[in-house]
Nanobody, 121 residues
């Protein structure tokens, strides 16, 4: 099993910044793509940003130029730097990772428990 633990959420005023972190631990041989998703009340979960093990990134149009995803492969950690936050960024943010266990060829999807980000207008 693998656990993803997020941290760094909280309450911030519009225009402010937050940095989310997510650490993966457990039975890990290799981690493929990692990413951040978010879900606002009454809405579907949506992709925010992803990053491959090689560092290639992709962003939702709504966060391009404001959010930056990065990872530290040695620490099994992915980060999301969020700048110029807007009220509409308010949501629960979930970490996601695609993981290969030792001795197996199948890749598995894992999710964190979520961290609340609230932006006051």
């Amino acid at each position: 099993q693998v656990q993803l633990v997020e941290s760094g959420g909280g309450l911030v005023q519009a225009g402010g910044s937050l940095r989310l972190s997510c650490v993966a631990s457990g039975s890990i041989f290799s981690i493929g793509p990692m990413g951040w998703f978010r879900q606002a009340p009454g809405k579907q979960r949506e992709l925010v940003a992803t990053i491959t093990s090689g560092g290639s990134t992709d962003y939702a149009n709504s966060v391009k130029g404001r959010f930056t995803i990065s990872r530290d492969n040695a620490k099994n950690t992915v980060y999301l730097q969020m700048n110029s936050l807007k009220f509409e960024d308010t949501a629960v943010y979930y970490c996601h990772a695609v993981v290969q266990h030792p001795g197996r060829t199948t890749w598995y999807n894992y999710w964190g428990q979520g961290t609340q980000v609230t932006v006051s207008s």
